[in-house]
């Protein structure tokens, strides 16, 4: 039998020691690295699997006015849970519980009984008194947690700019949306040691971790201001059984928006949400949203130009119509306005002045400036969904377009993107971006992000806009818009009817009735355009529709801050008489009579009229009236 030799037996106790060594090494890393490098988040999973969380939701950031007047906050509610396990009598808790809380009772049934899990929800959304009442029965394996849900203030205001949240907290749609960052908190739990199959270890730990409120958003909306905007959108709504209506209010000096308004609306409390298309359109914010033929409003801007441009002439003549590239061009006024200056041209808003400012300025001019005033391209508002409105293309378009651009037809614009054009014609030529946060802040107060003022562009001249605002003044006093005039105030504006299409042809009876005001208050120049969609009746003319809602806002405001008035602020008023059922020449006689302008339509006898009677009106409004 061969000798194994002392060498070789060396070299087999070396590899074993090499091996043992390899394989201590090998289990003195793992231990490492489960002890060391990977303890966290084993020591996390063993502590999910010993303990049972229920999480609390966290309060989201208060949205507040100007002034800090809470338009959104928080209201807590609770989710109610149970451990099977524990449950002793499902049957009369299912009976119970379905009353108070109004749920399917099969429902409860089947998660109270439902096997292989520690908890299970059964309800969410419960109130207090809802709690305490199920409380009251000391049912067995029932518990609740605090949760949270956004609450409004106001309910129906300032519903498509608030927007809304989801069941979960998070923003769904307006500021709850585009700001959901910062409004989000971050949710707390609470941990509960338990045995494998999650019932509560007698004896054992409970760990809180608070949650943490989201940060608080401070708007540049005062809440008066818009409670007088939300009115008149209603009235007007309601007076002319509109499709909508629209108010936008900006500080012209520095792009603040001040109101937004907006009706048809719905409770943001309340929300309906079993119809979503509904929902959807009736959620959607107009003024940043929608675009749409602005009409004569879109005359401030053809102005602008012109007086820029030296396109003004010294004198115009309307017969009723122009023609452009062989096409028909009618002014609103059928029988025309006859010779003018330029002034009295905007004061008649004659479609004809206008005509031939836009060609007299040529494409490019038109076009240049159109670009300084931000036509055809967003605003940069900080809103979701903004729309950048609707511009033929320099290349594409005709003589016969332009003509109709310059009376503001043929052009498509969303209202905060005109509200912002006008307010640079009236600032000193200074396009300025609109905003809706001032500013946002964390519970400690700390500053997280503040909005203000941003200039995208100079448009006209100081003296341009001087001028401008002369004529406009002077549209107010004794032009088509006299229906927003306010005792011992200078206001501002123009009128606008514009005529609907649907599928590339005009809709016949289908108008948007507008008034584009401004005015001074306390030093700062306000801007207020307001818009009646589809107004049912005889009355459609934005003189008429649209103007008086804008004088009443602006006479709210006046008052609201304290603004004296000025010159014969005593002018005599009178009260509007009733003439319904009159013939035209005995309503004609009864308001001259009492020194009253007006404007009538149709045949036969009143059947309309505006004001309505009993209404304390001035000597120098324009009545309306219809007859059939």
Not at 123 to 133: D, H, I, S, W
Not at 227 to 245: F, I, L, N, Q, R
Not at 414 to 433: D, F, K
Request: charged fraction near 20%; include cysteine; aromatic fraction near 10%.
């Amino acid at each position: 039998m061969a000798k194994i030799s002392h060498i070789s037996i060396r070299r087999r106790l070396s590899a074993i020691a090499l091996l043992v060594t390899f394989f201590f090494c090998l289990l003195a890393g793992r231990l490492f690295w489960l002890q060391v490098i990977n303890s966290n988040n084993l020591k996390s999973s063993a502590f999910g699997q010993w303990t049972r969380d229920l999480p609390f939701t966290a309060d989201r950031g208060d949205i507040t006015d100007t002034n800090g007047q809470v338009l959104a906050s928080s209201l807590t509610l609770y989710t109610m849970y149970c451990r099977p396990s524990d449950v002793e009598n499902a049957e009369e808790i299912a009976a119970y519980a379905s009353s108070v809380l109004d749920i399917d009772r099969t429902l409860l049934l089947t998660r109270l009984k439902k096997k292989g899990v520690s908890e299970t929800r059964l309800c969410r959304k419960v109130t207090r008194e809802e709690k305490l009442l199920i409380e009251s029965k000391d049912f067995s394996g029932i518990y609740f947690t605090a949760d949270s849900a956004r609450y409004y203030d106001n309910g129906d205001f300032l519903t498509q700019l608030l927007g809304f949240t989801d069941a979960d907290n998070k923003g769904q749609s307006g500021l709850e949306l585009y700001y959901d960052k910062y409004l989000t908190g971050i949710n707390g739990y609470s941990y509960t040691e338990t045995d494998l199959i999650g019932r509560e270890i007698e004896g054992g730990d409970t760990y809180y971790v608070a949650p943490v409120k989201g940060m608080n958003m401070k708007l540049t909306i005062d809440y008066t201001v818009q409670a007088v905007a939300e009115k008149a959108v209603h009235d007007a709504c309601a007076a002319y059984d509109a499709k909508s209506v629209s108010c936008v209010m900006l500080n012209a000096d520095t792009g603040a928006v001040l109101a937004m308004a907006q009706a048809p609306s719905y409770d943001l409390n309340d929300i309906p949400r079993d119809d979503v298309n509904a929902l959807m359109e009736n959620s959607a914010l107009a003024s940043v949203t929608d675009m749409y033929e602005p009409g004569s409003t879109f005359k401030i801007l053809t102005s602008a130009i012109g007086l820029e441009t030296g396109a003004i002439k010294s004198s115009y003549y309307c017969g009723g119509s122009c023609t452009v590239d062989g096409q028909r061009i009618r002014c609103w006024r059928s029988v025309g306005h006859g010779s003018q200056d330029f002034r009295h041209g905007v004061y008649n808003s004659c479609n004809c002045v206008f005509v031939d400012v836009a060609l007299t300025a040529g494409v490019d001019n038109m076009y240049d400036y159109f670009e300084k005033f931000g036509l055809g391209g967003k605003t940069g508002i900080d809103f979701y969904g903004e729309s950048s409105g609707m511009l033929i293309s320099r290349d594409s378009v005709k003589n016969v377009d332009l003509a109709r651009i310059g009376f503001g037809q043929a052009i498509a614009v969303t209202p905060v993107q005109l509200a912002a054009a006008v307010a640079s014609c009236i600032n000193g030529g200074y396009l300025y971006r609109p905003y809706i946060v001032e500013e946002i802040t964390d519970g400690s107060g700390n500053l997280a992000y503040r909005g203000g003022s941003y200039v995208r562009n100079t448009t006209v001249s100081a003296s341009t806009c001087e001028t401008l605002k002369d004529y406009l003044y002077g549209v107010v006093e004794e032009g088509s818009g006299k229906n927003a005039a306010v005792l011992g105030y200078k206001i501002g504006g123009k009128t606008g009817t514009a005529q609907k299409y649907e599928n590339g042809a005009i809709a016949a009876g289908k108008y948007i009735s507008s008034f584009v005001g401004f005015t001074e208050i306390n030093g700062s120049n306000i801007v207020c355009l307001f818009l009646v969609d589809e107004p049912q009746g005889y009355a459609y003319y934005g003189s008429i529709v649209a103007a008086p809602y804008v004088g009443q806002i602006f006479s709210s405001l006046f008052s609201y801050y304290g603004v004296p008035a000025q010159g014969d602020a005593a002018q005599e008023q009178t009260i509007m008489p009733d003439i319904m059922n009159m013939s035209l020449s005995d309503a004609a006689a009864t308001l001259k009579k009492l020194g009253l302008d007006y404007a009538y339509s149709g045949e036969g006898k009143v059947c309309y009229q505006i004001p309505l009677a009993g209404t304390a009106v001035n000597k120098d409004a324009r009545v309306y009236f219809a007859l059939e």
